[in-house]
């Protein structure tokens, strides 16, 4: 097993960059969510049409709404084109009978060509009470940005926790010969291109300030890690080194980002600074370590070793093997890959091999407990929400790549695909302060 272990770390990129040459798919259409297991109980809320919303290319109303249903929280009371007055006082009788906790009005007002004000307010409907809302100005090409910031205003207000609507996916498509590392908001619509290759590109990272990502690309037919300006396009080359420069990964304050190299030989984990520069390894070993993620604090680094047979999951300083030797986190499988931590340092996402198949799991890193997310066999590529509360990843259904994230507790599913693309390599960005 020793032996299959290190065959499949040292072809790992190989064969990733084979499985993506494999799969020829025409131009992407417009991502589908299909959202399965929300749970018994929902939060029930009413989110009206805004009052002349009509005058927007986008609807508001529809996009909070969908939002809402994705986050496994809520149940749409009203789902038609009534509006209701954003003026005054709601009749929290009449709503209540209506089945409604909470009440979601707004209007818009047109200030100019293609610029509107949206007003927007939250009533609590139980409590009897305002939540207040939000002003906004927005033009017609922000719209969903707009839409997005009030159904995270909403979860705050309701809920108490932040809301990740606003935040970022990047995720790679393959269309043809041509591969697309692209970018979208969080429910993977308003694609934007990132990178065009006619080469293989893996592994994106988001920066913790969500402005850069870090990935790998095959151009050069080899793999080189480069990190990506992506309000200006500008990128550079982080680690071009002899061999495989691979898994690129964010530490929490940005300047340091840990690696995978084979320059030396066999694959080892090294620290680079952001610039390039510094670079440093960290692990010492004669096997193959690989897959750094930095902890939510920065003080440890957790990476995928087949020191001890077959891939399992460590922890070292963030200083490397000579300040601490590395510890053994997994134990419940005996082929563990692809280590992600959760925001809160609190979970341990990763991808255990059962009999040939690959299955998204979760350890609370505090009990040892964990536990299958998924019933599927083809998982990979976890990444969690900036909240902590979700773990996208990449999976087959009916024979092809598509996108799926699941809550941490595994009660609600999405399953988010381009009709007739391949979907794959997503990461989840993290909150845009």
Known sequence: MLQVAKQYFSFAFILVALSLFSLATPAAAQMNIEITGVGQSLYPIAVMRFKDE??????????IRQDLARSGYFKNTENGNASESDEGTPNYKSWAARGADALVVGSVVQTGPSQFEIH????????????????LNSSADNLRAVSHKIADDIIFKLLGERGIFSTRLSYVIKEGKRYRLVISDADGQNIRNAMNSGEPIISPSWSPDGKKVAYVSFEDRKPVIYVHELATGRRTSLSNQKGNNSAPAWSPDGKKLAVSLSKDGNTQIYSVNADGGGLKRLTQGR???TEPQYSADGRYIYFTSDRGGNPQIYRMSAEGEQAESAKRITFKQGFVTSPRISPDGKYLAYIANIGGTFRLYILNLATGDSQALTDGSSDESPSFAANGRYVLYSTKVGGRRVLAAVSIDGSSKQVLSIPGSDVRQPSWGPFMD
């Open 120 to 135: 927007y307010k939250l009533f609590d409907v139980r409590k009897s009470i305002s939540l207040g809302g939000l002003n």
């Open 287 to 289: 096997t193959i370590d």
């Open 54 to 63: 009509n005058k927007l290319p986008t609807s508001i109303s529809d996009i």
